[in-house]
Every structure is written in C-alpha cells, then in structure tokens.
C-alpha cells in the first residue's frame, strides 16, 4: 500500500485547508486511516481516523468540531477538511494506514502504524 498526501500551504487563522491522502496498490487490506501531524519539536500527534467502507470517525480533542474526516472509496482517497484554522495546527501533517482500527485511544499512537505517507506541509500565521 503506498500513501500520497496532497493540499498542504499557507494560511491566515481563521481560514480552511483540505488535504487528500490517496491510497494506492493493496487498498483492500486498508480498513482504518488516521491523519497524524507533527508541528516543530512535537511529537506526532493523531488528529483524525476514519473506517474505511463503514465510516465511522473519531477526533483527537484539539480538533474536535472544526476539522472533519471522509472518503471517497470510488477515489480510494481520504480527506481532511480543517476550518478555523489556528497557529497551533501549523506543522507536516501524515496520513497513516492500517488493516484494522486499534483499541479504544490506540488510534492516535503513532506505533500502531507501519503505513505512512511522505507528508504535507501546513503553516498557520
């Protein structure tokens, strides 16, 4: 499985950004999909994950009510639409893969991956 992220740039706070991770080869072993980010001397952070085919999404509490997640299984593409944009969401934002969804707050534990994508940058001013 090979991820591509795409729709990283610059913005004020206040505006919106959506990115779109593409999967690619195997992509029926691809159940769950997390956006991670990482900003300037921080650790990677799980922002977003969604069930492939089902769905279902959960959000870390830092983003809660202004970023969503979907997909496009026609597309094999998962997004990321983020509003309300802040200074604190500047940083590379990942987009990682799994066959299953892990247990309860494993989601967001960059660990639980070994499928990621190269990365896009996002900076908030």
């Known amino acids: 499985v090979q991820l591509v992220e795409s729709g990283g740039g610059s913005v004020q706070a206040g505006e919106s950004l959506r990115l779109a991770c593409e999967h690619s080869?195997?992509?029926?072993?691809?159940?769950?999909m997390v956006w991670f980010r990482q900003g300037p001397g921080l650790e990677r952070e799980g922002v977003a994950g969604?069930?492939?085919?089902?769905?279902?999404?959960t959000y870390s509490d830092s983003v809660r009510g202004r970023f969503t997640i979907s997909q496009d299984n026609a597309k094999n593409t998962v997004y990321l639409q983020m509003d309300s944009l802040k200074p604190e969401d500047t940083g590379t934002y990942y987009c990682?893969?799994?066959?299953?969804?892990?247990?309860?707050?494993?989601?967001?534990?960059?660990?639980?991956?070994?499928?990621w994508g190269q990365g896009t940058q996002v900076t908030v001013s």
């Open positions: 990682a893969a799994a066959g299953g969804r892990p247990r309860g707050d494993r989601w967001s534990n960059p660990y639980e991956y070994k499928i």
């Open positions: 080869g195997d992509t029926l072993s691809v159940k769950f």
């Open positions: 969604i069930d492939i085919g089902g769905g279902s999404s």
